[in-house]
């Protein structure tokens, strides 16, 4: 019904001079998750034993070198229109403002905290050189001033109260440099003014010892204070004596010590002379001034709530006798969104004002601010909701600050969940962990160039009378079909939601437009009303009603319909409507509500629309794979989920469980829990391995994505080939090793599907990338490029379908997704045709594929003299063809240095060729390869057994004496390892 985008089979199609035609659905895309293909062997013990007698291992092969991984990431869509592209700027350019500001805001907090830090450290020093200078006085007999002072502040019990300051910042010490200028007195005994960067010392400025009193009693930021000091009152020992009685720290409480008030920096400075003189005196007057406990200058500051500072203004109503919010027994949920006719002037401020006024009640949730208004998804404390909606709705007169805002301007104002969540239950699985107040440059991403006039937008239509007009369309649609007459003069009922939501849940009658994202909606209208007359009844709805608002503005004023109508306050309105005012009522929506918090969906009837993205059974459960670096969005069914751990696939379900991450179900309609890191570990050892193959799989890293899809498609169009495609743990190593080369250059002798060519592309990219390649590589002229020969034309067209899907969408799931529809297209994949095809991958490396009659004749015309066949040296080549020549082919490559570097690799597969080559090799004469055991009477199926049979122990024998030559020749250094059927490693010296 929908128009599609040009895919990429037709691009690959129209290289390969081929029509391939589209078709294929999710179905078998869920599918592909079967399971991974088996290694080879199932026995390392006869392997090994072969393999210590044809090795070398060399330090250039096992050199330590850091393991790589590649990271590839999808392409953005095509289908994005310019609206989409310049909302996504105008969204950059806002998180590019909004960086930047916490940026300057975190170099202000770094740069505080160097000083603070800087302080701290000078004061560390001068302790210890404070020390050392008393063990020196003690044996020379005298005592000097101590390079700081020590005060002690004492808070009044206002302070102490209004503040709520705790047993440290009601009295507590703190230290204050002297600085070498402090002894130099004026005649009348006041401290000399210095320059600026004096006044930075606490003991000579009012405004810095104010800072420092800040610094270690940060709750007084928050009043305005008045400072006096005095001196120490001392014991018989110089111990300093602390009133006990909280009525003298008030007011003139402590004139007993003979305070005077702080009110300029020359109050200062002589408050800390006096302080000096005292001990000075003092020492003067104990008869042994190392034994006194006072040692050194000490000042008493007393801090006192003034008395003239304006009072803060009172909270506001709405806050009045509110809960706990912590103590709140269920959290509910909630959305609401808001369209200002005049808009948002300053949504940066609108947002830092959301934060603060929601910030009492604990709310979590997620919320955009944009010029055009708010929308947002939250939950709140059930004990506080009452008071969390005055807020969003109270005017200035009633003390409220957002009317404004929000207030009268949310569309059926705030939809509310009929059903709160335990508490017990949101810790489990909470929607929210936190509450996220964005500014975006819209509050939906529409897509659109132009904004419309969202107070223009059809008929809110109450979620009672939507209702109505439902079943009433219904019951005349049957009698129409019973009667056998067309159905016509029914209303359009449009589902303005994305594929992944009308999946599991939709309303009796109702169309979904089946759009991935929403900004995909305009052309999907377009074609769907192009022949409905402009005063034909239209009814939409959406999940809160945002969505509709726009749909029916774009409706009404674009395509110029008369007679539109949207549900009032979504889906959600809708629900609880219905269950507050007519809950014997049957509801017109079935299965499961899509919503976009941690929940995903609340099940509204036990109808089970949705499709298993993974065996294809209906289910109504919708979850994110647990994977953190997949997160896929699906439809899975309990069975499914249990069997994958929560995740979309077998290289998911592996990361999950060697990652031990616990797969926290957070399905609708299924309870969940969670465990501590510690339970999670233990449900990653449950796993039981059959073999040490699988046992090495499970605790490596998973394959990408497509890489399965490759193996998929091989069985699907080259069956009797499956076995030959790499697979998982050699892909791997293939892989790291073009990652580890030189320049990233690999020649291929065998492509088959493109399994291990994809593997070396990835490769060659990462060594491009690290090694700092300016230029995409090339043929010629050096740099990441991968060459791989075939002479089969069928393969060559799978291989070159795989390796554009590569190209155009990467390793990941948009690949695999795109490999997957290969299968589900009417006549596959066609064979190749030409001579070659060239693709670019991550803009940074190239990949040929080119058909050949004669690989080694091919071979050997590059590693000629002739200038029009020469190529760039390779860093690797992997021979996996012509089992009969393997010698030849690496005598051509250890010739010369035209086509492999020295110090290249040689990689050759299938060199224990199914494990025959041990019985070649212990029988000393080889296995036997005669017609012998072929008798006229078999039968034909056994006569092909014997014939397979009798060609298995043929090319055992020539890679026997291959191995065996190989590794006898001083040009090159062999390891040979035992993966899937062999894979020796050959370096040129």
């Known amino acids: 019904m929908f128009p599609r985008s040009t895919s990429i089979y037709s691009r690959v199609s129209a290289k390969l001079g081929t029509n391939v035609r589209l078709g294929g659905n999710n179905l078998d895309y869920g599918r592909r998750n079967a399971s991974l293909s088996l290694l080879a062997f199932t026995s390392p013990s006869t392997p090994f034993q072969y393999i210590s007698n044809h090795r070398f291992a060399t330090p250039s092969i096992l050199s330590s070198t850091p393991l790589l991984s590649s990271n590839t990431s999808s392409e953005p869509s095509s289908t994005s229109t310019a609206g989409a592209a310049f909302h996504a700027s105008a969204n950059q350019q806002i998180a590019h403002r909004r960086n930047e500001l916490n940026r300057k805001k975190r170099e202000a907090r770094q740069k505080a905290l160097d000083k603070d830090r800087e302080r701290n450290l000078r004061l560390r020093n001068l302790f210890l050189e404070e020390n050392g200078k008393q063990h020196g006085d003690e044996a020379g007999g005298s005592f000097g001033v101590p390079p700081m002072f020590a005060v002690k502040v004492v808070s009044c019990r206002t302070l102490r109260t209004e503040l709520k300051m705790n047993g440290r910042e009601k009295r507590g010490r703190m230290f204050v440099e002297r600085p070498d200028f402090f002894s130099q007195l004026d005649h009348d005994g006041t401290a000399t003014t210095k320059s600026n960067e004096d006044a930075e010392y ?24 008045i400072l006096s000091a005095s001196l120490p009152v001392l014991d018989e020992e110089g111990n300093v004596l602390m009133s006990d009685d909280e009525e003298e720290d008030e007011g003139d409480g402590g004139s007993k010590m003979g305070t005077w008030a702080l009110e300029s920096d020359e109050d200062v400075q002589n408050a800390f002379v006096e302080a000096e003189q005292f001990f000075l005196q003092h020492q003067q007057q104990s008869e042994d001034a190392t034994a006194t406990a006072m040692k050194r200058p000490t000042l008493i500051l007393h801090v006192t709530k003034d008395p003239n500072a304006p009072e803060p203004p009172p909270p506001p109503p709405y806050l009045n006798d509110m809960k706990d919010p912590n103590s709140s027994p269920t959290m509910t949920m909630l959305s609401f969104y808001a369209f200002p006719p005049n808009g948002i002037p300053d949504p940066d401020s609108t947002a830092d004002q959301l934060k603060r006024l929601w910030r009492p009640f604990r709310a979590l949730g997620r919320v955009y601010v944009a010029t055009e208004g708010v929308n947002a998804q939250m939950s709140v404390p059930t004990n506080v909701l009452s008071n969390f909606l005055q807020c969003c709705t109270f005017t200035p007169e009633q003390g409220g600050e957002l009317s404004n805002v929000l207030g009268t301007y949310m569309e059926n104002g705030i939809n509310i969940d009929p059903i709160a969540v335990p508490m017990d239950d949101f810790r489990d699985n909470p929607a929210f962990r936190n509450i996220h107040i964005r500014v975006r440059s819209q509050i939906v991403a529409d897509g659109l ?10 008929y809110d239509m109450p979620p009672l009378e939507w209702h109505q007009k439902l079943k009433e369309a219904r019951e005349k649609a049957l009698a129409q079909h019973e009667n056998g007459e067309d159905a016509d003069a029914l209303p359009i009922v449009l589902d303005c939601r994305n594929d992944y939501e009308t999946q599991v849940g939709k309303f009796e009658l109702a169309e979904p437009l089946n759009t991935v994202n929403f900004r995909d909606s305009w052309e999907v209208l377009k074609d769907r009303l192009k022949d409905v007359p402009k005063d034909a009844p239209i009814m939409t709805y959406c999940t809160g009603g945002i969505r509709c608002v726009k749909v029916n503005a774009y409706l009404t004023q674009e395509l110029k319909y008369t007679n539109v109508s949207r549900l009032a306050g979504g889906v959600i309105g809708y629900d609880r409507t219905l269950n507050e005012q007519s809950p014997d009522e049957e509801s017109m929506f079935k299965g499961v509500n899509y919503v976009f918090d941690g929940r995903m969906g609340r099940r509204i009837t036990k109808d089970q629309l949705g499709t298993c993205f993974t065996c294809g059974s209906k289910t109504h459960l919708v979850s994110n794979c647990k ?108 892989t790291t090793l073009a990652s580890m080369s030189r320049e990233g250059r690999i020649l291929e002798i065998g492509t088959f599907t493109g399994y291990a060519t994809a593997c070396f592309l990835e490769g060659a990219a990462i060594a491009g990338r690290l090694n700092g390649a300016d230029n995409v590589g090339s043929r010629i002229g050096g740099g990441p490029f991968v060459l791989s020969l075939e002479r089969d034309t069928r393969a060559l067209g799978v291989a070159a379908a795989h390796l554009e899907i590569m190209s155009e969408f990467g390793l990941d799931e948009k690949g695999a997704e795109e490999a997957c529809k290969l299968r589900s297209q009417d006549g596959g994949v066609d064979d190749f045709e030409g001579d070659s095809i060239t693709f670019t991958y991550s803009n940074i490396a190239r990949c040929e594929l080119r058909r050949v009659s004669d690989a080694l004749a091919t071979l050997e015309e ?21 089992k009969t020549r393997l010698i030849e082919y690496v005598n051509t490559l250890v010739n010369n240095d035209r086509v492999l570097k020295k110090g290249g690799l040689i990689l050759v597969d299938n060199v224990l060729w199914k494990g025959l080559v041990l019985d070649v090799n212990n029988n000393g004469s080889g296995c036997d390869s005669s017609d012998e055991g072929v008798s006229d009477d078999d039968s034909t199926e056994s006569k092909e057994v014997i014939r397979k049979n009798r060609r298995a122990r043929k090319l055992a024998n020539k890679m026997q004496r291959f191995n065996s030559a190989v590794v006898k020749d001083d040009r090159v250094e062999v390891l040979m390892l035992p993966i899937r059927d062999g894979l020796s490693l050959i370096r040129k010296r």
């Open 449 to 458: 160039e132009q904004s419309l006039d969202w107070q223009s937008a059809g």
């Open 862 to 882: 590059m590693a000629s003299d002739n200038p029009s066949s020469q190529v760039a040296p390779f860093d690797i080549v992997f021979v996996d063809a012509d």
């Open 627 to 734: 994977n953190e670096n997949c997160h896929k969005r699906m439809v899975q069914c309990e069975f499914c989920t249990d069997s994958f751990f929560g995740t979309c696939s077998e290289g998911c379900k592996r990361r999950v469980v060697n990652a031990g991450m616990t797969p926290m179900k957070s399905l609708v309609g299924k309870e969940t829990s969670s465990t501590n890191s510690d339970e999670s570990v233990e449900e990653g050892d449950d796993v039981v391995y059959s073999n040490l193959d699988d046992y090495s799989s499970g605790h490596s890293s998973p394959s990408p994505s497509l890489l399965s899809e490759i193996e998929a498609n091989t069985v699907e169009f080259l069956r009797s080939g499956a076995h030959m495609v790499s697979g998982a743990q050699q892909g791997s190593l293939l």
């Open 202 to 225: 606490a003991c000579t400025s009012l405004k810095a010892l104010k800072q420092t009193i800040h610094e270690f009693f940060r709750r007084l930021k928050k009043s305005t204070f």
